[in-house]
Nanobody
Framework: QVHLVESGGGLVQAGGSLRLSCAAS????????MAWYRQAPGKQRESVAS???????KYTESVKDRFTISRDNAKNTVYLQMNGLKPEDTAVYYC?????????WGQGTQVTVSS
């Protein structure tokens, strides 16, 4: 079992920055991709960014050039640096990891961007 703990969410004004962290623990051997998803009220959960173990990244179009995903394999931690935040980025952000074909989710951290 993989346990994920997210941190770093909060309330920020439009144009501000936040950095989310997600630390994986437990049976972490075999984790490959790590990712961030988000879910806004009344909307489906969507992929924000992902990163492979070798560092290949993907972003959803709406966050390109504003968000940066990174990971520290030694610490089994994935980060999401969010700059230029917009009110439409308001959502619960979830950490996600893939391990040997299984998917694990964190509990989520709230990000609220005020206009």
């Amino acid at each position: 079992q993989v346990h994920l703990v997210e941190s770093g969410g909060g309330l920020v004004q439009a144009g501000g920055s936040l950095r989310l962290s997600c630390a994986a623990s437990g049976d972490i051997f075999g984790i490959t991709a790590m990712a961030w998803y988000r879910q806004a009220p009344g909307k489906q959960r969507e992929s924000v960014a992902s990163i492979t173990r070798s560092g290949i990244t993907k972003y959803t179009e709406s966050v390109k050039d504003r968000f940066t995903i990174s990971r520290d394999n030694a610490k089994n931690t994935v980060y999401l640096q969010m700059n230029g935040l917009k009110p439409e980025d308001t959502a619960v952000y979830y950490c996600n990891v893939i391990k040997l074909g299984s998917t694990y989710w964190g509990q989520g951290t709230q990000v609220t961007v005020s206009s």
